[in-house]
């Protein structure tokens, strides 16, 4: 998986960059398919952070945004709003894989 970590008007520290790496170890544990995440982490102004996320999935991409005094818990809230999509998107494409059907047989009498 290919990640890119942006910060606008925020420097992103190793410190930062390891939290959000961790915070991700737990959306591949839900789904390994994932092709790359795109995260921007920017400060709006002194009380409002904001972390968001894009992660393309093959046939799909996923976004997620979350506002937040602290850095942290701005990552932490994100996480768990991308996390609710990828469990749904997994659901999603599992419920409609093509099973075999069952055929009934039909008796005569």
């Known amino acids: 998986m290919n990640l890119i970590i942006h910060g606008h ?3 992103v520290t190793p410190a ?8 991700l170890g737990r ?6 398919n994932v092709i790359d995440a795109d995260v921007v982490l920017s400060v709006q102004d002194k009380l409002r952070q904001k972390a968001e996320i894009t992660v393309r ?6 976004h997620a945004e979350c506002v937040d005094g602290d850095m942290y818990a701005a990552i932490d809230a994100l996480m768990d709003k991308l996390d609710r ?7 999603r494409v599992r419920d409609h894989s093509h ?3 069952k055929h009934q047989s039909i008796e005569s009498s």
């Open 27 to 32: 959306i591949r544990r839900h789904f390994d």
């Open 85 to 91: 999509q990828v469990l749904r998107h997994k659901d």
């Open 57 to 62: 999935v093959r046939g799909n991409s996923l």
């Open 9 to 11: 008007h925020v420097e």
């Open 16 to 23: 930062l960059r390891g939290y959000v790496e961790d915070k």
């Open 99 to 101: 099973a075999p059907l």
